[in-house]
Nanobody, 123 residues
Framework: QVQLVESGGGLVQAGDSLRLSCAASGRTFSRMAWFRQAPGKEREFVASIRWSGRNTYYADSVKGRFTISSDNAKNTKYLQMNSLKPEDTAVYYC??????????????????WGQGTQVTVSS
């Protein structure tokens, strides 16, 4: 059974940091990503990384503040979020793809999704 389990969300103040984790099990993947969805808004791409740990992509809104990384020994990916802003408030979803070729920023190219973890940034 394939599982993606997120953890690490919470309530922080603007300027603080959080690290989200996504533990994968059940099969191997080609690429993993984080998306987020704020209330009343569509789900949006945040960051993506090849399962090997290379080839990263970031949304312009998080470049320079967020870092996606990989611990292959633990089959876990991380999203380090620094200098958080109130507009970063959203449910953050971990997702993984089995495809050899995909558009890293396109949600429909990912096959498995976690349950989401809430990140709330107060001003």
């Amino acid at each position: 059974q394939v599982q993606l389990v997120e953890s690490g969300g919470g309530l922080v103040q603007a300027g603080d940091s959080l690290r989200l984790s996504c533990a994968a099990s059940g099969r191997t993947f080609s690429r993993m990503a984080w998306f987020r969805q704020a209330p009343g808004k569509e789900r949006e791409f945040v960051a993506s990384i090849r399962w090997s740990g290379r080839n990263t992509y970031y949304a312009d809104s998080v470049k320079g503040r967020f870092t996606i990384s990989s611990d292959n020994a633990k089959n876990t990916k991380y999203l380090q979020m620094n200098s958080l802003k109130p507009e970063d408030t959203a449910v953050y979803y971990c997702t993984a793809s089995t495809r050899d070729s995909l558009v890293p920023t396109r949600a429909s190219d990912y096959d498995y999704w976690g349950q989401g973890t809430q990140v709330t940034v107060s001003s």
